[in-house]
């Protein structure tokens, strides 16, 4: 098999599996059978889209709020810890 089926295969496999565990987390949530749960698999692989891209964005926001400051040092402002020393 060359490498370019192999690669193929390998992103087919993982689509299906993916469509598989949104199917069966469907299917969790909704108490539906798995075959039913198919039918909803867009609409759940929409819903997770929107909320990694929520968090993702949330994230980008705190980082360019935080802007850096004590990069160089170390400083950990939520948490209290400074580089080389103590928090007082």
Do not use: C, H, N
């Amino acid at each position: 098999m060359s490498f370019g089926k192999a690669v193929l295969a390998a992103f087919i496999g993982g689509v299906l599996a993916g469509v598989f565990l949104l199917a069966y987390r469907v299917s969790q949530e909704t108490q539906k059978s798995l075959p039913e749960s198919f039918a909803d698999v867009p609409a759940e692989a929409k819903r997770v889209y929107g909320d990694v891209r929520a968090k993702a964005t949330d994230a980008v926001k705190r980082v360019r709020e935080y802007g850096g400051e004590g990069d160089e040092t170390g400083d950990w402002p939520e948490t209290g810890y400074v580089a080389g020393g103590s928090a007082d």
